[in-house]
Structure formats: C-alpha cells, structure tokens
C-alpha cells in the first residue's frame, strides 16, 4: 500500500493536471464529505423542485402546456437518480441521503421554498430558474469528480430545453393580453430576486467556496456566476417586453457588465433557516409521500426475497 | 356528431382523465423510479388523448383544447372507472392494470380499422400500452404477494374497482354501428380475453378475483361521479377564467 503522503501527492497531480478524480482514486476526507453534501443538496433540489411546478400540472392551461410540463417534472426526477446515483459512488446511499433531508440534516435549494402562484410562475421558473441552474452547472461539468461531472453533462442538456419552454410560456403570455401580460410581469416581479439569490452569498462570505475552488468542484465563484447570470436574462426580458424588477440595473461600460441592485441577504437567510413561504409545505410533502409508500417499498423488498429463495431453491 | 367523431371522443375522454388522474402522483409516488414511471405513462396517455380528440374535433371544427376545456361534465363520455380518486398506491395499480389490459386489447383490435386516422393512432398506442400493462402486473405482483399488509391492500382495491369495471365493456349502438362499419371496436367482443388475462395475473399475484356486481353505470351518456365535476373544476379553471384568451 502506498503511503498516504503518496497518495495525497497523486491527488494535487490529478487536479493540477486537470484530470478527473475517479470513485477507485484515493481522496481525502474532506474532499469525499464536500462532494457528498454538494451532490445529495442538489439531488434533494431536483427531487423538491417537482412539487412547486408539479402543483400546476392539473391546471395547465392547454394540452400542449400540460404535457411538456409533465415531462419536465418528469426530466427533474430523472435528475434526481442520477444525482443520488453520483453520490452513492461516493459510498453513501440513496436510503440515507434521503433520511438527511428527512431529519433536516441535509438541504435543497431555497428557490423552492417560494409558492407558485400563477401560471406564469411556471414561466418564471423555467426560464429563470432552470436558467439559473444551467448558469451554475455548466461550469459543474468540468468538476474534478468525474460521476458528478458526467451527470451533469447529461442534466445540462435538459435543463437548456427547460429554460427556452419557459421562456416561451412567459413570451406567449407577455405577447398576449393585457391580462395575460400582467400575469407575466408579476411572475417576475416575485421569482427575479430569489434566482438572484440561488447562486449563493456574496463571494467575501461565502464558507465554503475557497476549499471547493481549490479541488476543482467550483470552478467560479457564486459572484462571477450571478454575473454571468445577470447579462445572461437583461437582454431576454427586454426581448420578453417584460422589466427586471431592479431599478438600479444598468450597464457598466468600464467593466462590461450589468450593475445591479442590493440584494436583500436577509431575507435570503431567513428562507434558509426554514422561515420562507413554503418550507414547512414542501418538507410536509416529501415526508408524507415517504410515509405513505412505506407499505409499497416493503413490498416490493419482500417480494424480490421470496423470489431469490425460489430462484436458490430451483438451483 | 357522426358515429365516428363521438366514438374518438368516447376514448379520448377516457384517455384524458386517465392521464389527469395519474398525473396527480408525480412527486407524491412511493419512490423516485415511480414518480417517473408514472409521469411516463400519463404522457403517453396525454399524447393519446391530444391525437383522439383532435381527430374527434376535426369533424365540427373543434380543437383538442376546445374539447378539454370548453365542455361541460355532462357533454364529457369517458367511463366512470377513469375519473376515480387515486386511492393509495394500491388503488392506482389495480385501476392501471385493468385499464390497461382494457386498451391493450382495444387498440390491438382498432389498429386495424378502416379509419386511417384511428388505425395509426392505435397502432401507436399499442406499443406504449404494453409498457403500460407490464407495469401494472408487475406491481400486482409485488403488491398482491410481498407482505400481509400490501395483500390485504391489493385485494381491497381490486374489489373498489371491480364494479366500475363492467362499465369498459358495454356494447350500444353506437360501438355496433363503428364495428358494423370496421372503423371501430365493440368492446364486447373482448371482454373475454380481458377477464382471461385479468384472472391468470391475479391467480400468479395470489389475489382473488372479486365476485361483485357491476355498478349502474353512464359514463357514456355523460352521468358520472361526483368526483368527475371537482376534476373538471380543476383541470378547466384557468382557461375558463380568461374565455378571450386562446393562446397559451
Ligand atoms: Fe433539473
Ligand atoms: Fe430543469
């Protein structure tokens, strides 16, 4: 066995050479515990992002609408399984993830836990915040872990399909009546902070960031990527006919980029402790859902058993 | 309505609630696979519906969305088997399974009509309702011979079910007039196979197949449930709250 010193030695060279970290590979502690938490809280957020959107699937306001919302919901639980899949590389399952987020140890984005309200919510979450997460997971793709990069890979291709049917749900209402559009403008008016917000405290506060930039998990900062964000969805919104709820969003000529507005970490941090709109609902949902199918999931176990006694027993 | 626009509409119909009533289960399935799974099913039977109703549409100048959202609960010809609550997971399986059974041997049978537009669309659907019926036995399976609990379960939804499903195979004229002309089935002549099919997977899942009479019935003639109208409630509020807005 090699010495652990030499094992560390290969680690920094596989980084610096900027080679993927494999499950077989040594890695430290610390990197193992980082990628774990990081993959399961956005696993989780795959999982409960479904209720907020999943609550406009009976009342989609067309055929058309209902089935593409469908399988959108339908592609964020398939996001989900190849998220926990990813983590259980890591020597965790996906039984006890899920007990995590159970018991409040472990958390899934704050995005979710504001309600849907309109329609037009629909829109907004399509169009800013799967946005917003393409933002933050395209870098993700070239992460040091190689199950967690090739995940997303896969989970970037369908998120860009979610961002421009989102768009176009908010563009066929902002092109529509003035009700329509009004319905429009206030789904905006409520969801653009919070995106704002999704990509995590300012980067002179940010815990973790340093550590994870180092293994080659982040790879920009929570500020460059709300940047990189912000210039994203200005020209969309002006395309949409619809206004960015920031009075102080301008361009910067000097360092070519948009200026915007304070955004109100206090209230960022109260959702996080559990105090928004929906936390309670969502964590209610997921545990009863759980609950319920108890009874299925044992069956299931004890079925396969009775199974693999037979399939022994005919051998 | 010509016999063949009304007949599209009775399997659209049934299509659509069915979709409707299965998509209540994303997020709230047992597991993540089954959220899935069960997302998967109520769009194929989503994308059935959308195809059966425009066709049925087409024959007075309606569009799918007309159909779904501008009707009344009475003008509505689905069974009333479709519009049910969910129940537990139990209940959902037991419906799919004869459900499926049901449109797996329907579409089988009108892949072959005279119809064009329905024989490819039954063609189509065929292929995805085997999906449909391989998961429902398999889960019957699981349910109907995994643990005391999910036995005793299994078995009550059967019997909750079992009287709606007379219902599926109703012959009237209209069904005689489609099938004498070959562009339709008379799901009479199938119930057979259907209780032959039904029997031997509930046999192999250790369930009993329940002795009960069929309920009245009239889903055809627009007398459903009372569940049909909260449903309708639902699924039609947004449209109807803005009647001059048609694009979405
Ligand atoms: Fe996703
Ligand atoms: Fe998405």
Not at chain 1, 271 to 279: D, E, T
Not at chain 2, 74 to 87: A, S
Not at chain 2, 114 to 136: G, M, N, S
Not at chain 2, 165 to 180: G, I, N, Q, W
């Amino acid at each position: 066995m090699p010495e652990t010193a030499e094992l560390a030695e290969r680690f920094e060279a596989t980084l610096a050479a900027d080679q993927r970290i494999e499950p077989r590979d040594w890695m430290p502690e610390g990197y193992r515990t980082t990628l774990i938490r990081q993959i399961a809280q956005h696993a989780h957020s795959e999982v409960i992002g479904m209720q907020p959107e999943g609550n406009w699937i009976s009342r989609a306001p067309s055929l058309k609408r209902k089935a593409i919302l469908v399988a959108k919901v339908q592609d964020e639980a398939g996001h989900g399984l190849y998220l926990y899949s990813a983590a259980e590389t890591l020597g965790v399952s996906r039984a006890e993830l899920t007990d995590l987020l159970h018991d409040g140890q472990q958390k899934y984005s704050s995005i979710f836990n504001y309600p849907t309200l309109t329609w037009a919510d629909v829109g907004a979450i399509g169009w800013l915040v799967d946005g917003a997460a393409i933002t933050n997971q395209i870098p993700l793709c070239r992460c040091s872990y190689g199950p967690y990069a090739r995940a997303m890979v896969r989970v970037c291709k369908e998120e860009s399909f979610h961002q421009r049917q989102g768009y176009e749900i908010l563009y066929t209402l902002s092109h529509g009546s003035s009700r329509q559009k009004a319905m429009a403008q206030d789904a905006l008016d409520r969801w653009y902070w919070p995106s704002l917000m999704m990509f995590g405290p300012p980067d002179a506060e940010s815990t973790h960031s340093a550590r994870s930039m180092a293994w080659r998990i982040k790879r920009l900062s929570n500020d460059e990527l709300r940047q990189r964000f912000v210039d994203m969805i200005v020209p969309q919104a002006e395309a949409l006919g619809l206004t960015l709820p920031d009075p102080q969003l301008t361009w910067n000529a000097e360092r070519g980029h948009y200026d915007h507005g304070p955004i109100d970490w206090e209230e960022f941090t109260r959702v996080l402790r559990g105090h928004g709109p929906c936390n309670a609902a969502r964590m209610e949902h997921k545990r009863r859902a759980h609950a319920e199918g108890a009874w299925v999931r044992d069956a299931a176990v004890a079925y396969a058993a009775k199974r693999s006694v037979e399939a022994v027993s005919v051998a | 309505m010509s016999a063949v626009a009304t007949y599209t509409l009775r399997l659209g119909d049934d299509a659509l609630v069915a979709a409707q009533r299965l998509a209540g289960w994303i997020s709230r399935a047992p597991e993540l696979e089954e959220d899935l799974a069960l997302a998967n099913i109520a769009l194929d039977l989503l994308g059935q519906a959308r195809s059966l109703l425009t066709y049925a549409g087409s024959f007075d100048g309606r569009s799918e969305d007309d159909l779904a959202y501008l009707r009344d609960e009475r003008e509505f010809c689905n069974v009333q088997f479709v519009e049910l609550p969910n129940g537990d997971f139990g209940m959902t399986i037991a419906r799919m399974l004869f459900f499926s059974a049901y449109q797996y041997l329907l579409y089988d049978r009108l892949s072959g009509s005279a119809d064009p537009t329905l024989a490819a669309v039954a063609a189509r659907a065929v292929k995805e309702v085997a999906y449909h019926r391989d998961h429902a036995v398999q889960w019957t399976l699981r349910l109907g011979d995994g643990t005391d609990e999910s036995h005793v379960r299994m078995q009550a939804a059967l019997e909750a079910c079992w009287p709606y499903t007379a219902e599926l195979f109703e012959s009237d004229a209209l069904t005689r007039e489609v099938a004498a002309a070959g562009v339709g089935v008379d799901p009479g002549t199938f119930s057979p196979q259907w209780a032959s099919f039904v029997d031997g997977i509930l046999k192999e899942a250790t369930l009993t197949v329940p002795v009960l009479p069929a309920r009245v019935t009239g889903g055809r003639r627009g007398i459903h449930t009372e569940h049909m109208g909260y449903l309708l409630a639902e699924m039609q509020y947004l449209r109807r709250s803005y009647p001059e807005d048609t694009e979405w």
